[in-house]
């Protein structure tokens, strides 16, 4: 199994070795403003890919795993902006 990051460490050594979130969050930033996408925020791919998968029909407690949610009702209301009830 491949266990490298998709963010490699800054030196780019050891590929095993991630990022902290806040050198991510300034790269993810320097790229959406470069791109001239001053909407976007590094969490905005969260939102986006949540948003993919729940339409692509994977189940809601599924998504919530990979987000790491205890609760998909959170997951539900955070990321698709309804609750459970679909409202």
Known sequence: M???FVV???NGADSRQ???QSNS???VRSVLDGANMDWAVPHSF???VTSMLHEAGIPL???ADQLVHADPSMTARVY???D???E
Do not use: H, Q
């Open 61 to 63: 407690v599924r998504i």
């Open 8 to 10: 490699a460490a800054p």
């Open 46 to 48: 969260r939102r986006i």
């Open 25 to 27: 969050n300034a790269a």
């Open 18 to 20: 991630k990022w902290e």
């Open 2 to 4: 491949d266990d490298r």
């Open 80 to 82: 698709l902006g309804r």
């Open 84 to 86: 459970l009830k679909g």
